[in-house]
């Protein structure tokens, strides 16, 4: 179990911050009512609704939204059916990335991604035409006063997890897709609720971009992320600080 990865899945963020709050606010309300609809509208007796409500919480979402979302998914709002869809695609520099949505209308986004691929020096392919190139695997964060680096190790051995990253920002457990629920679980009865958790994709390896494709290619990943059914981005991108403090000057 080594105590850091060799690499970082990579996710780019901007945009104005009342923009980006509302944004967030919207994808966040969707997990939410998906994960509500899922399962059990308790989050005491739902996994997922209660990593969906931490993750609101660390946003500072008022308790009214999530109350609101939960009373929605439970039928007491509007009847909106959504879905879980994956993109796969290739951006500037043959970067590989993916995308996760929640979307009401299937073939809105499926054109909405495809059109932000294009537009930005990117393909969409077909499922699993990249996904190859990533480990799929569980993440629970923990803020850094949650127990010193030691601690949370020892907790996440015990758990089964398969490794753990500690800094100033907090602590980040991974461990394979298959553990995770018991990995979770088990974390959480030790430390407390996550501050948030899930399934994600991460790289095996990255593909070093120069500054003059990494400006389109950061283009591509904000135009993705602006997507209201975009729910997460991954990609296998990697750009030197030198360039990226340039290009966000």
């Known amino acids: 179990m080594a105590g850091h990865s060799q690499f ?5 963020r901007k945009g104005a911050q009342d923009a980006k709050r509302a944004k967030q606010f919207t994808k966040l309300i969707r997990e939410i009512v998906v994960s509500a609809k ?4 308790d989050p005491a007796a739902n996994p997922r609704l209660r990593a969906a409500i931490a ?4 946003a500072n979402m008022p308790k009214d939204n999530v109350d ?3 009373k929605k998914a439970t039928g007491e709002g509007d009847d909106t059916q959504y879905v879980e869809m994956r993109y796969e695609g290739y ?4 970067v590989a990335i993916i995308v996760e949505a929640l979307t009401d209308n299937r073939n809105r986004t499926a054109a909405e991604v495809r059109s932000t691929f294009s537009k930005h020096g ?7 035409s990249v996904a190859f190139m990533f480990n799929r695997q569980g993440e629970i964060a923990y803020p850094a006063d949650t127990g010193t680096p030691e601690e949370v190790f020892e907790a996440a051995l015990e758990a089964g997890a398969e490794n753990v990253e500690s800094d100033e920002n907090g602590h980040l457990v991974s461990c394979s897709a298959d553990d995770y629920a018991a990995v979770r679980d088990a974390l959480e009865e030790r430390l407390g609720a996550p501050q948030s958790a899930g399934l994600v994709w991460r790289p095996m390896s990255t593909v070093a971009v120069e500054e003059e494709p990494a400006g389109t290619l950061l283009k591509l990943l904000d135009a993705l992320d602006d997507n ?3 729910q997460r981005v991954a990609a296998n ?3 030197s600080d030198e360039v990226m403090a340039r290009l966000t000057a």
């Open 122 to 128: 990117g393909s969409l392919g077909e499922t699993n």
């Open 38 to 41: 899922e399962g059990l509208p």
């Open 237 to 239: 991108f990697e750009i």
């Open 55 to 58: 993750a609101a919480r660390a």
């Open 8 to 12: 970082k899945n990579i996710m780019y």
């Open 91 to 94: 951006g500037p520099s043959g």
């Open 68 to 70: 609101r979302a939960i």
């Open 228 to 230: 209201d059914d975009v």
